[in-house]
């Protein structure tokens, strides 16, 4: 059935005057022209792989790569089953080689001729380049697209689209999905050749990649599931640093039979009091220090207001302000070393701060604030650092910062309402402008030491040191009103506020005492008030739920007043665009923590090491398998959605790596500790219907069956896998904090122990 051979010395046929005589393939109906490309295509039918090595006993479905593997063989050394000069392949066990064949015996198409075979075990040669059937000049060969076959896709979600409570309630995008557009059928067909695989790149890639030992934790679908160890190792709060004890550093004592201190031990008393810096170094240059002022208020600046930056002018009363401003431009100036610079300029000003925060503190009020100001900036700085160390300083350090703001009288600070700025002459404006400036300066300290106060608690799990309500908190100006950056600007924006006039009053007090939060009492346009409120109702879900006060009852009450919080600050916002501090994220956040023990979570996946005890093992595979935690995912599909929606040149705010860490491993222990297969028909509607999706507008059960691979069963490992990969991916790309890369490589181990 071959074509008559191309014999050296003849011409082939002029193009056109011979027809091919086309092959057809008996089980799907394909044509090839070659007789070989026939038998490769009936044997991805029937996953026959015919030609197996004599050395090892490995089959391929293609002689050409078995070729290439038996040259692997000859030049590993291997002195097994060495194949004579001129021998052919056996194909399968059952043909033998085969005895050397003559030069003049015509060859079929496509098929390795001896001599090259041979050549090509001593490595002179690839066997694959057989030129004779390379058929360069000839184009009657018809190539058929090769289209998806959609079927697999129909048959598997048929059922679960088709039904009439389902479709009927569903979103109507459902019943109109476009199943073999959105999802390649090819990954959906359980006939997968691994054949495809079976390449010299990629086998020279397995050999590159670094050995290691069969990954010990169990597959998805059981409940033993053991939490990776590298987790505790990448983790982004101090641990244990591997040594047992202090170094050693002489007597700390005088000896027992030494009843008086002699000179010696006072001497080394006295030196171990000293402050020593490890690296005597001089600051960055000026124009190195001016780069970073202007990355700073052109980008860390609008996430958070803290420093009024039209009024602001480098002095010798806020030059420490100034550092702790360079020290996080420095982040966005896109060079690694400007980078350790702002990270040294960080630490030799907190050391600085703390040496000498007694003497600053007793001067005038410009003092005073410039050292708050400073410790609140470099405070930013070590939360979003990812390094254990500075957390650790930014935790110890913040009830000491609670308490500079509690003696400048940063918490009972009053708006300024009511100002008479018309008719004024321009020195008397600008006046009032920079009091006005340095009133809300005052505001908005007393708001981050709020901010940061619920950060450290949520990350740390552990109570606050603040009671977080709305009635004992300060209301900060609009943005606009704040922003403004000349006197007539801020003149115009402050009249234009009503809140300016309404009241003297300068917290949002509520009629009823017994309410924490009265989020109708606060002005729509305090952004910045109104970030600070939302994330005290996150500390305040996670304080009730470490008092064991986290009842139903309890976290009702809470998603009440997030749906109210909704309603008066976010209705306007689109679902899935950007809004002011990205509150919507934070906000989804809230519910995660509602649904969630992130505490649990983050120890089941290795934050305290390997071991997880019993009762956590149960806790979280009850959690996994209740509703809570497709409300979780659902939240944490919302948040991932969002944050791929965001600006490129925005920088997101300090809050959003961290939710998108807690989305990720949400979604990793509800895939990992859950069991079960499909949800019943007619179960997945009323177990989601939660008050607050009602309020976006979104359906529940689209938004899971999309995030479980677009299927109403849990995902499987593969599609468990994607996902955090995109979340990683994001971690690693999104702003510039260094928090975000240590939550990626914490998912990186997570998914390289699972991928293998």
Request: net charge negative.
């Amino acid at each position: 059935m071959s074509d008559a051979p191309v014999t050296q010395g003849s011409k082939p046929p002029p193009r056109g005057r011979r027809a091919r005589k086309l092959r057809e393939c008996s089980i799907c109906g394909r044509t090839f022209a070659k007789n070989d490309h026939l038998e490769r295509h009936i044997r991805s039918h029937t996953k026959e792989k015919p030609f197996k090595c004599t050395i090892c006993g490995r089959k391929y479905g293609r002689n050409d790569t078995l070729l290439r593997h038996q040259n692997d063989h000859r030049e590993d050394g291997s002195t097994t089953a060495k194949l004579p000069r001129g021998s052919s392949i056996s194909v399968g066990s059952e043909h033998p080689p085969q005895p050397p064949v003559s030069n003049d015996m015509p060859e079929e198409p496509g098929m390795v001729s001896p001599q090259a075979q041979s050549l090509a075990l001593d490595g002179a040669i690839d066997p694959a380049l057989d030129v004779t059937s390379l058929s360069y000049a000839t184009n009657e060969t018809v190539y058929h697209a090769i289209q998806p076959d959609s079927g697999v896709a129909k048959m598997m979600y048929a059922d679960a689209c088709a039904s009439d409570l389902i479709s009927s309630n569903l979103d109507p995008a459902i019943e109109g999905f476009d199943l073999e557009a959105q999802f390649p059928s090819w990954l959906v067909d359980g006939d997968f050749s691994a054949d495809i695989l079976d390449t010299p790149l990629v086998n020279s890639i397995a050999e590159l990649r670094p050995s290691r030992t069969e990954s010990s934790y169990a597959p998805f679908g059981t409940t033993c599931y053991k939490p990776v160890p590298d987790t505790k190792r990448l983790w982004f709060t101090a641990g244990d640093n591997g040594q047992e004890g202090a170094p050693e550093s002489g007597p700390a004592t005088p000896p027992a039979s030494q009843v008086e201190v002699d000179d010696t031990y006072r001497q080394t008393l006295h030196q171990s009091l000293q402050i020593r810096s490890q690296h005597e170094q001089s600051l960055p240059s000026a124009d190195f220090l001016n780069l970073c002022v202007r990355s700073y208020f052109a980008r860390f600046h609008p996430v958070f207001p803290v420093v009024h930056a039209p009024t602001f002018r480098p002095s010798q009363a806020n030059s420490m302000v100034l550092l702790s401003i360079c020290s996080v431009g420095s982040l966005f100036t896109g060079s690694t070393h400007a980078i350790r610079q702002g990270v040294q300029i960080f630490e030799w000003l907190h050391k600085a701060v703390l040496a000498n925060w007694d003497r600053l503190i007793s001067r005038g009020t410009d003092e005073r604030i410039s050292l708050i100001q400073t410790a609140i900036i470099g405070q930013t700085f070590g939360l979003l650092s990812g390094e254990p160390e500075h957390l650790a300083i930014v935790d110890t350090f913040n009830g000491t910062l609670i308490s500079w703001a509690r003696r400048l009288g940063t918490f009972k600070t009053k708006t300024l309402c009511g100002l008479d700025l018309n008719n004024i002459s321009s020195y008397d404006l600008d006046r009032k402008w920079r009091e006005w400036a340095k009133n809300e300066e005052l505001i908005r300290i007393a708001l981050s030491v709020h901010i940061h106060d619920a950060e450290l608690a949520t990350i740390f799990h552990h109570e606050p040191f603040l009671r977080h309500n709305s009635r004992q908190l300060p209301v900060a100006a609009s943005k606009q009103t704040f922003m403004a950056a000349r006197p007539e600007d801020w003149r115009l924006s402050y009249l234009d506020d009503p809140s300016n006039f309404e009241t003297a009053g300068s917290t949002p007090a509520s009629v009823d005492a017994r309410v924490d939060f009265d989020i109708l009492a606060m002005p729509s346009n305090s952004h910045f008030t109104a970030y600070t409120v939302l994330d005290g109702i996150c500390v305040n879900i996670m304080e009730n739920r470490i008092s064991a006060c986290a009842s139903p009852s309890t976290m009702e009450e809470i998603s009440m007043l997030l749906t109210t919080f909704y309603r008066r600050f976010l209705q306007g916002t689109a679902t899935l665009e950007a809004d002011s501090m990205d509150m919507c994220i934070l906000w989804h956040s809230a519910y995660m923590s509602i649904s969630a023990d992130f505490d649990l979570l983050e120890r089941s996946i290795g934050r305290e090491g390997s071991s997880l005890s019993a009762a956590d093992r149960a806790t979280v595979t009850n959690w996994a398998n209740s509703d809570q935690a497709k409300r979780c995912v659902i939240h944490g599909t919302m948040v991932q959605k969002k944050v791929e929606n965001l600006p490129l040149g925005s920088e997101p705010a300090i809050h959003v790596p961290r939710a998108m860490f807690r989305a990720a491993i949400a979604w990793f222990c509800y895939t990992h500790f859950g069991v079960g297969g499909d949800a019943p028909r007619g179960m997945l509607l009323g177990s989601l219907d939660f008050p607050e999706f009602k309020l976006l507008e979104v359906n529940p059960a689209l938004v899971l069956f999309q995030a479980n691979g677009y299927k109403h069963g849990r995902p499987t490992t593969t599609e468990m896998n994607a996902v955090l990969c995109g979340l990683t991916d994001l971690l690693r790309r999104i702003g510039h904090w260094e928090i975000a890369r240590r939550f990626a490589d914490i998912l990186g181990a997570l998914l390289y122990n699972e991928a293998g």
